[in-house]
């Protein structure tokens, strides 16, 4: 009996009884894998550690049936655990100062590496009981960066290809990789990145002796927009920083990641803040608060979301280019707002400038006042406005609220 | 959250509405909830809200198990009316395997294939479950059989290690993880039944006592 039409996946809908959706499906079975018994806990445990400050998340990937982004689970340090993160083997030739598997840290963990077969075997089952969206695959570069390269892409394919893996699939472009084997990659998975680590050539010397800034890693990001297409790779090209590691200022990542922004067209980029691992050649390097990569995250998010122009987020730099530990667009706002913005007659854009006030509440200041001028701050707190925040910014009737706490926090 | 176009269905599946309200419902468009600051859309926002967030977070915290090699099933005891909706959702991303989901008094069975989703609404899991097995001929309590052989370690085992290794001591935040893993959805999608695995037995699953 056809009892309907679900409008969100456009699908027909069928009430049957039980025994016929078992009779349906008794030609299905699960793809039958080999065993894997050299996963070991310690392997699986040492070489997921590896990925422990990568930061990823399945996004939203239109394939053919676009993939939503699902958070399965969260760290005790409430970051989402979305993909099955790891790294495809922990040996490395690269001298990165900050690294627990570079061949300069003398704490030398044991070296393990996957086969491509584990790996798929490995997905496939979290995947299959819903622990997982997908894939988030990296590695140390073992001897040579190109052969792991290809064991990585090869996963992928194993996935997709012998498997019909319908998952979200992450891969790292390894600093070096082949134009090839980012082609490859670039067919397979829903996401490439190459992570930049540094802000310029001269930071990433002081923090890796082994990696060319130019050629390994800038060059690598310029192939992946050149190669990419309508079809392949869904989620785009990301990257990722080590804040602090290389002594950079906010600003220099600021300017960076406007280049990757407008040049690269880079979806995203992440922040890590550093912190000295042990045996590392950092280890007795501060750590840096996590409170920058925050402020960091809020300094993208106004460029990328509120469109904020580069020279309105410049003003929330100090003397020395760093953000303090406060909302940069507060600070934006004490530097560019000189007279307090009329809700009944700013622009949107005007409105999005208002601490207090994003891109939705914005929407809801329009539109409510189409209907009726806004008398009072609770009109505004109905329309999800921060009044707390927003009220010293604004002139609601005439009347504009005591500027005192403006300038304090 | 963005307000779809079909917010009614979400709407329809809340555990508080009723004909009166959906009627209600028909002189708003899903713009209009997105931006209104009228009270009663501002009321029916929350609840779309409400049911599609529960969706989303039972896609999220479901966890599924094998039976034979035909049948994927999990526990779900949601409190908006979404248990078909969900069960659809795993029956689509296993296509042609049986998703079975559900609790000690009802369940949802959904099959993708060719397609098209067939479905059935039945009593508590357990039943089903058994009927399905003695369907394929295959035994229903061997909860981990047609899983993959991955030597020493099944699938929760593997889970375990790869979950522990991702945690960064220095970053650790219990409140925002308590946040975003809200107990009320974790009891819902029975995953703290999953973790006390190996304290409970395969009928307090079936039946939701911990």
């Known amino acids: 009996m056809r009892i309907g039409y679900n409008p969100l996946r456009q699908l027909a809908i069928w009430m049957v009884t039980l025994d016929k959706i078992a009779h349906l499906a008794e030609d299905c079975r699960f793809d039958s894998l080999g065993p894997a018994a050299s996963v070991t806990p310690e392997k699986l445990s040492l070489l997921g550690e590896g990925t422990r400050h990568d930061v990823c998340a399945s996004t939203y990937s239109p394939r053919e049936t676009p993939l939503p982004g699902i958070c399965h689970s969260f760290t005790q340090d409430g970051r989402c655990v979305s993909l099955f993160k790891t790294l495809y083997t922990n040996h490395c030739s690269h001298h990165c100062n900050y690294c627990t598997n570079a061949t300069n840290c003398s704490h030398k963990a044991k070296t393990f590496s996957y086969t491509p077969e584990e790996l798929a075997s490995i997905t496939l089952s979290l995947y299959r009981s819903n622990y997982i969206e997908g894939l988030f695959l990296s590695s140390g570069a073992g001897r040579n960066e190109d052969d792991i390269m290809e064991k990585m892409v090869e996963t992928a394919c194993q996935l997709r290809q012998k498997h019909g893996f319908r998952g979200y699939i992450h891969l790292k472009i390894l600093p070096g990789a082949s134009h090839a084997h980012i082609q490859e990659a670039m067919e397979l998975a829903d996401r490439v990145s190459i992570n930049l680590e540094a802000s310029t050539a001269t930071h990433m010397s002081e923090m890796c002796a082994t990696k060319n800034y130019e050629n390994d890693i800038l060059q690598r990001q310029r192939y992946i927009r050149d190669m990419s297409t309508a079809v392949n790779l869904p989620a785009g090209q990301t990257t990722q920083l080590v804040v602090g590691a290389g002594g950079e200022s906010d600003e220099e990542i600021f300017k960076r990641i406007i280049y990757e922004y407008k040049e690269i067209g880079l979806r995203r980029a992440y922040y890590s803040a550093f912190c000295p691992q042990e045996g590392t050649h950092f280890e007795r390097k501060e750590a840096q608060p996590q409170w920058r990569e925050h402020r960091l995250y809020q300094m993208d998010w106004l460029y990328r979301v509120y469109h904020f122009q580069p020279c309105e987020i410049r003003r929330a730099f100090d003397e020395n280019g760093f953000l303090q530990n406060n909302d940069p667009k507060m600070a934006i706002a004490r530097e560019f707002m000189d007279s307090p913005v009329d809700p009944n007659v700013a622009t949107s854009r005007e409105l999005l400038r208002v601490p207090g006030i994003g891109p939705k509440s914005a929407q809801r200041i329009v539109a409510l006042r189409q209907r009726q001028t806004i008398l009072s701050k609770s009109e505004l707190a109905a329309a999800g406005v921060r009044i707390k925040r927003a009220a010293p910014f604004l002139k609601i009737n005439g009347w504009r609220d005591s500027t005192l706490e403006m300038w304090s926090d | ?210």
């Open chain 2, 1 to 210: 959250m963005r307000v779809p176009e079909d917010y009614h269905y979400y709407l329809s599946r809340h555990q508080d509405c009723n004909e009166r309200l959906l009627a209600r419902a028909r002189k708003f468009t899903s713009k209009d909830l997105e931006i209104s600051t009228d009270p009663d859309a501002m009321r029916l926002r929350k609840m779309v809200s409400a049911v599609m967030g529960e969706v989303h977070r039972m896609l999220a915290f479901v966890r599924l198990k094998p039976l034979g090699s035909q049948v994927l099933y999990g526990y779900l005891k949601p409190r908006h009316r979404i248990g078909e909706h969900v069960c659809e959702h795993f029956a689509r991303r296993a296509p042609g395997i049986i998703a079975v989901l559900g609790n000690g008094s009802e369940s949802w069975i959904s099959l993708c294939r060719e397609g098209r989703i067939m479905r059935d609404h039945g009593r508590g899991i357990a039943e089903t479950l058994e009927r399905l097995s003695s369907a394929f001929d295959c035994p229903a309590n061997v909860p981990d059989a047609g899983n993959p052989d991955m030597g020493d370690l099944d699938v929760d085992d593997l889970w375990q290690v790869y979950y522990d290794s991702q945690y960064c001591p220095e970053k650790k935040n219990l409140g925002v993880f308590r946040q975003r893993m809200p107990r009320r959805d974790q009891d819902a999608a029975g995953l703290r039944l999953v973790q006390n695995k190996k304290e409970v037995t395969l009928e307090d699953f079936f039946s939701g006592k911990e």
